[in-house]
DNA sequence: TCGATATTTCTATAATTCTCGAATCATGCA
DNA sequence: TGCATGATTCGAGAATTATAGAAATATCGA
């Protein structure tokens, strides 16, 4: 991943609504929703939603497709990933082992989760 | 960690001159850098960059002392572990399977990273 | 003490981002 | 076709962030 992809990519994430419009997709998992539940979850006027929407997609982290009058978005978890190592290799280069531990640690909580949960016991 | 203080690391990093400024620290390791040095690799005039050092110590992913004439500034490690492990636990509530994998692959390319190495090789 | 160097803070300006009402564009149904 | 609904785009104003010169602060060495 590219040095400025990275920064798209952060700066999409770097706002509470949008960090919360993604996390919402994120617990939606692969099926998505749609910008008017998101609307009222959220409490976001629709014009500004679409905005945060537009920002999240321009990123790549999230995807929209057409479903009857509907759009669904979903979260591209590769994307995410992608950030993810990213980072990661940031963190080794400086201190590899502390960073290894932490995330070994991190990801032994989410293996322990189901695949498809809704509950949120998996990383408190 | 709290989705705020999340949002305030996204955004520390969120910014092309600042995330130069980090990756330089992550490089430099524990050892860390001096503004003055830091101003002369990236091309930032001084002012500027003891605006996105501030940035980046607010948002704690930085912390500098104090050494002679000089400051240094280092790379908190725990802090940007702390924001993978965020992340991390986004992202396996939506996709665990996908995403181990994905950053185990990540991982264990760092572990075949010298601790305190100056090469590259690592984490092409 | 004086001058040079390192760094930050101040200040002003420029640029970008955010918000949301109003207008617009589709889609499906009666 | 006409209407209601879902969603985006447009436009204007507000708020925030970025840049960098100038001034201020601090420390070292001569």
Redesign the pocket.
């Known amino acids: 991943m590219q040095t400025n992809e990275a920064v798209t990519i952060l700066?999409a994430l770097a706002?509470e609504?949008r960090l919360a419009v993604f996390r919402h997709l994120v617990e939606a998992g692969p099926a998505g929703d749609?910008?008017?539940?998101l609307?009222g979850a959220l409490g976001?006027?629709?014009?500004?939603?679409?905005?945060?929407?537009?920002?999240l997609s321009h990123a790549g982290l999230v995807t929209?497709k057409?479903s009857?009058?509907?759009?669904v978005y979903s979260v591209d978890f590769a994307r995410l990933a992608g950030l993810m190592t990213f980072l990661t290799q940031s963190c080794c280069r400086g201190m590899p082992s502390e960073c290894l531990s932490t995330m070994e640690t991190a990801l032994a909580g989410c293996a322990a989760a189901p695949a498809t949960s809704t509950e949120k016991a998996c990383c408190p």
């Not at 749609?34 to 539940?37: E, K, M, R």
């Not at 976001?44 to 920002?55: D, G, N, R």
């Open positions: 700066a706002h609504s749609t910008p008017g539940n609307a976001l006027a629709p014009s500004t939603l679409s905005f945060h929407l537009k920002e929209s057409a009857a009058r509907y759009l």
